[in-house]
């Protein structure tokens, strides 16, 4: 039973989802169940005592919780769960509606109304809940002391009436600020937990991706020409004679560098191409759907580029130059042989005097 219950629960739940389009599932999942007992249970008394009016509506509402939660799991869609959330909305309101309109079983109808702020508020979320629950509020008014005369088919009391609307914009109130405090630290949690991966993901020095972020966009990368059967290229550039540079001005200049060099590189770079700290002075290059002779190109450009800049270091300006190690990725070659490669050729660049781009 309770197995059945959790599937029913969860139907419709998926990990491709954000959390909060999960929860709405599972609360109109939920909703719609306990609606549809209910209603369905108070609609066969009512049948049973031969009050066919509010059998009619009990019943309507009990098809339509159903139906507004089979429409939901059926389509699978964002406009199916907007549709499905606003007839369940709906619905709860016309029902409680026309229970203030009938009285219920022996003028019990209107408690029903308490159930209205929560429910829409759940499904809704904070702003189009408030507008729901406005033009509800406003309904319900107009029909206790304007139209009571004409439209209500039970009598209720002034004070009953009143205290009714207050009871009820007191739970809207409640339900509103807990909604508006849930939206809120939901947010929040979102915030961080972006800023965590952010982190996770980037270096501080630089702000480019660092070494475990590469990572994740060479395999992404790569998942990708397995489908394509395209080919990209990855390059690892190596700052030369890097190490000087610390000795000779210090290792918070050298950090300034490693900043500087980042921008002349990604400034020159193509709008689809990724750069990444590779670990200390290295950079990876990914050239996505590029030829190894394509990158080459590129780097060429990059490399006279950097060694053509000044860079100043104080009251010094220093020319720096850096060598590049390149291959190309074919769904053929395994990822790890393919940055082994690059390594090498970068390893060549040096062998070979440095300042070079060198392709295997
Ligand atoms: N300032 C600074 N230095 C770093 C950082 N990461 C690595 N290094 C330094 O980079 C230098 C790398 O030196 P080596 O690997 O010996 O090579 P190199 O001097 O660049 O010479 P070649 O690579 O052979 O041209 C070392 O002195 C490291 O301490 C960093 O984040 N900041």
């Given at each position: 039973?309770?197995?059945?219950?959790?599937?029913?629960?969860?139907?419709?739940?998926?990990?491709?989802?954000?959390?909060?389009?999960?929860?709405?599932?599972?609360?109109?999942?939920?909703?719609?169940?306990?609606?549809?007992?209910?209603?369905?249970?108070?609609?066969?008394?009512?049948?049973?005592?031969?009050?066919?009016?509010?059998?009619?509506?009990?019943?309507?509402?009990?098809?339509?919780?159903?139906?507004?939660?089979?429409i939901q799991i059926h389509f699978g869609t964002p406009r199916s769960r907007t549709v499905s959330m606003t007839l369940l909305i709906t619905c709860l309101m016309v029902l409680v509606f026309l229970l203030l309109i009938t009285g219920g079983k022996d003028n019990t109808g209107p408690l029903w109304i308490?159930?209205?702020?929560?429910?829409?508020?759940?499904?809704?979320?904070?702003?189009?809940?408030?507008?729901?629950?406005?033009?509800?509020?406003?309904?319900?008014?107009?029909?206790?002391?304007?139209?009571?005369?004409?439209?209500?088919?039970?009598?209720?009391?002034?004070?009953?009436?009143?205290?009714?609307?207050?009871?009820?914009?007191?739970?809207?109130?409640?339900?509103?600020?807990?909604?508006?405090?849930?939206?809120?630290?939901?947010?929040?949690?979102?915030?961080?937990?972006?800023?965590?991966?952010?982190?996770?993901?980037?270096?501080?020095?630089?702000?480019?991706?660092?070494?475990?972020?590469?990572?994740?966009?060479?395999?992404?990368?790569?998942?990708?020409?397995?489908?394509?059967?395209?080919?990209?290229?990855?390059?690892?550039?190596?700052?030369?004679?890097?190490?000087?540079?610390?000795?000779?001005?210090?290792?918070?200049?050298?950090?300034?560098?490693?900043?500087?060099?980042?921008?002349?590189?990604?400034?020159?770079?193509?709008?689809?191409?990724?750069?990444?700290?590779?670990?200390?002075?290295?950079?990876?290059?990914?050239?996505?759907?590029?030829?190894?002779?394509?990158?080459?190109?590129?780097?060429?450009?990059?490399?006279?580029?950097?060694?053509?800049?000044?860079?100043?270091?104080?009251?010094?300006?220093?020319?720096?130059?850096?060598?590049?190690?390149?291959?190309?990725?074919?769904?053929?070659?395994?990822l790890a042989d393919a940055i082994r490669h690059a390594d090498m050729e970068l390893y060549r660049a040096k062998e070979s005097g440095r300042n070079k781009v060198c392709i295997g």
């Open positions: 039973m309770m197995s059945f219950l959790k599937q029913y629960v969860m139907s419709g739940v998926s990990r491709h989802y954000k959390d909060e389009t999960n929860r709405r599932i599972m609360v109109v999942n939920l909703f719609s169940a306990v609606g549809v007992s209910i209603t369905f249970f108070l609609g066969i008394r009512a049948l049973i005592g031969q009050e066919f009016p509010l059998a009619i509506i009990l019943l309507t509402a009990s098809i339509t919780f159903a139906l507004s939660q089979r308490y159930l209205v702020p929560p429910v829409t508020m759940f499904f809704a979320g904070f702003v189009r809940g408030l507008l729901a629950l406005l033009v509800f509020t406003i309904a319900c008014t107009l029909l206790f002391f304007v139209f009571d005369e004409s439209l209500l088919l039970t009598s209720y009391t002034y004070a009953f009436k009143s205290r009714l609307l207050y009871s009820f914009l007191t739970v809207t109130f409640l339900s509103a600020f807990y909604e508006y405090s849930r939206q809120k630290s939901y947010e929040t949690a979102l915030d961080l937990s972006e800023q965590f991966e952010q982190q996770a993901n980037h270096d501080h020095l630089t702000k480019l991706m660092n070494r475990r972020g590469c990572q994740v966009t060479l395999e992404r990368e790569y998942a990708r020409i397995q489908r394509s059967k395209k080919v990209f290229s990855i390059a690892i550039a190596d700052i030369d004679r890097f190490k000087s540079i610390n000795d000779t001005y210090g290792h918070e200049a050298g950090d300034d560098v490693l900043v500087k060099i980042s921008e002349i590189f990604s400034s020159r770079l193509r709008k689809q191409d990724i750069l990444a700290r590779w670990g200390g002075e290295e950079f990876m290059f990914i050239f996505p759907e590029t030829t190894s002779s394509e990158a080459v190109n590129v780097l060429e450009e990059l490399r006279e580029a950097l060694s053509y800049s000044a860079v100043a270091i104080g009251d010094s300006d220093i020319h720096i130059t850096s060598s590049f190690g390149v291959c190309e990725v074919s769904c053929a070659l395994p």
